[in-house]
């Protein structure tokens, strides 16, 4: 597809979700994939050294029907490569906008896009959020990680809308405590209220009979965390408003938004390619699978068949609403729990496993269990061994976050098991969750 038709048929489909028709959404997703496999086998280091390896060229990959016959790249793929081997060629990585991942996904990575492709994948998230509702000049508040803006993502449009006053978008921090949080979302008073799923359930816990008649936004979209129908019908009955899920991630931004008629999930199937996995392969709809991802928008640091780390059950081609797009049902996505410690404090994880990142750069992949009130493990997979000077670091600075009622402990591990489900837990808390005890086995 000639660059003119893919950049008309892209601002056609952000006009509208329903502006498109299955069949040319599906003969985008062949052409834009033919394109990007060609400018990785050209341009990007490490995919080329993938394709040789298992035998593949570009002229072997015509069409998403050929997707399965290239190797799946997982997170510990990328770890300790540098940016020249996962960039490509001609593209100044230190130009580009990055993204270090939370430490909350428990294999921290850095995303690199170009300033052009940061705003089409944020007005591909807008657009999902308009078909919930929102308007240019709603008051939106977001409780979830503040994230220091990136010098390389702030040029003159931004700037301009800034000195407009808009976006009308504040962020409250999700690590402050939540009595903090409700107080601050009722001097905001916001028409749309949205936040990752864990930290809004448990403002809504909080809320009193007063506060929760100030907060009475329009609607509540929330993502970064499993929404289960608990938590959904809390948020809801306490902010007097419907709840929609979105799927998302830094290496994507959306995956995929609720349908407000269907209750599925639209793939955002003009921006990725969501494929729902079993040994590789495609699982038919109503089975589960591990989400794997190809994203056709991102050519500075592309992505392709990218292990997410999820589970999801396949859903069907096209949603029963009309739209043009294929679906997922459950997702068995991130789950963790906030840590209740001796001293009182209420503890996000992230503020945790934000310190274990700060302050283990060997550190690989890892998972936090708070085992009692008073005992917390961290189990770890190095990239490279640490010195027992390392070692004795982080467990110096993680115990003095936690306090001296708290016993930290740090174990090497080679590797680390999934959950039963087929999911990791970065944080858990056996001292409570909401988590536990959900069947994951079939949809919720």
Sequence with gaps: MPLHRTALFTLRSLLSERAATRVEIEAFRDARLRELIRHAWERVPYYRGLFERHGITPRDIRGVADLAALPLTSKRDLQGLSPEDVTARGVN???????????????????????????????????????????????????????????????????????????????????????????????????????????LWRVALAAGAAERARLRPRFVHVGGEVLLPAMRRQISEAFGAPVYDIYGSHEFNILAWQCRQSSEFHVCDDLLILEVVRDGRPVAPGQRGEVVATSLHSFAMPFIRFRLGDVATQGESTCACGCPFSTIRSIAGRMNDYLSLPDGRLVHPAEILGIVVRNASWLGEYRMVQERLDRVLLRAVPLVPPSSDQIAHLCHVVSGFLGPAVHFELTLLEELPLEPSGKTRVARSLVGSIYDGVEWSSPF
């Design 93 to 199: 990585a230190a130009k580009l906008i990055t993204h270090p991942t939370s430490g909350s996904t428990g294999q921290p990575l850095a995303v690199r896009r170009t300033w052009r492709e940061e705003r089409l994948l944020n007005a591909f998230r807008r657009r999902a959020v308009r078909t919930y509702g929102r308007r240019a000049m709603d008051r939106v508040a977001y409780v979830g990680i503040p994230v220091a803006l990136d010098p390389r993502n702030d040029r003159l449009p931004q700037r301009l809308l800034r000195r407009v006053g808009l976006p009308r978008f504040t962020v409250v921090d999700c690590l402050q405590p939540i009595p903090t949080i409700v107080r601050r979302l009722c001097e905001l008073r916001p028409e749309v209220l949205s936040g990752v799923a864990g930290a």
